[in-house]
């Protein structure tokens, strides 16, 4: 049977929150002043994270909340938010007894823009339903829509992901060195995560190669990183159907349609021979 919530004049009730990272990392948090433990996870107590009032509707429009809490608390840092550790992340809110543990879930979504001001910090979230806005009918394009080693790619990501160590980083140009035995080619379009240091778990896309071969990557480097720290590299991919066919061996799984006539068709005219 469904519990009703706040039926009683006195009731053990207190909200929860849990966070789940992109990284692997997932964190809780409850307003009750000790902390809870359950579904494998510990909800650390936390006094100033305050939630806003949470919409739900019937129809199809996304539910709106977000989340208000202090700079302070061990778990979420100024640096981790710059960092984007908690950028998309999930994140459940609910109810929970803290005498029982019964619990019941009022919201889930992802954690959107992120607002930080003073010592404290603001999360707008976004609901599942926010899913429902997506158009789900793909568009032509001469390139490939698939994402590399992603559902119809069908190729296996262990096969061009590798491991390497950083031999230098250069904090001005945004670029780093690195010694692995992927070439430095090969990794432009690809991902660089690293496993060791001040930014384990942090993702970022590599946009480009420098002369002497350093990786540019597409998320600023806010923390100074020492060599030899350990980096996770998945190759990237242009998407062109010749890549797809000579490097890959992968053409008959493209997903693009590089002879269909574009827009420009309609505006061509005969003319006359010389």
């Known amino acids: 049977m469904t ?10 009730v207190a909200t929860f929150w849990r966070v789940a990272r992109r990284d692997g990392v997932s964190i809780g948090f409850t307003t009750h002043d000790n902390d809870l433990w359950f579904d494998g996870l510990l909800y650390r107590t936390a006094p ?16 709106s909340a977000e989340v208000e809490g202090a700079l302070s608390h061990e778990s979420i840092s100024a640096s981790d938010l710059a960092a984007g550790r908690f950028d998309g992340a999930q994140v459940a809110i609910g109810l929970v007894d803290w005498l029982t543990l019964e619990r019941h879930v009022l919201y889930r979504g992802t954690i959107g823009s992120v607002l930080e001001e ?3 910090f603001t999360a707008q979230l976004a609901s599942r339903k926010a899913e429902l806005q997506r158009d789900p009918v793909p ?13 119809g790619c069908t190729l ?7 491991e390497g160590t950083l031999v230098s980083a250069d904090m001005a140009a945004n670029t780093i060195a690195i ?3 992927a070439a430095s080619a090969d ?3 690809g991902m660089v995560r690293w496993i060791d240091g001040p930014l384990a778990g942090v993702r970022a896309e590599v946009i480009g190669t420098g002369a002497d071969g350093a990786l540019a990557l597409g998320s600023p480097m806010d923390q100074a990183l020492a060599p030899g ?16 066919a000579t490097r890959f061996g992968n053409a008959i799984n493209f997903q693009g349609e590089p002879f269909l006539p574009g827009n420009d068709l309609i505006a061509r005219y005969p003319s006359a021979p010389a």
């Open 156 to 162: 296996s990501p262990a096969r061009f992901t590798h």
């Open 118 to 120: 003073a010592v404290k």
């Open 179 to 181: 010694n692995a035995p």
């Open 3 to 12: 519990r009703i919530w706040f039926s009683g004049a006195l009731e053990t």
């Open 48 to 63: 100033g994270m305050l939630p806003s009032a949470i919409r739900r509707s019937a129809d199809f429009e996304p539910d």
């Open 229 to 244: 720290l350990r980096i996770s590299l998945r190759e990237g991919c242009d998407r062109r159907l010749e890549t797809c």
């Open 187 to 189: 990794l432009v379009g």
């Open 139 to 151: 568009r032509t394009s001469p390139t490939c829509r698939a994402v590399f080693c992603g559902p």
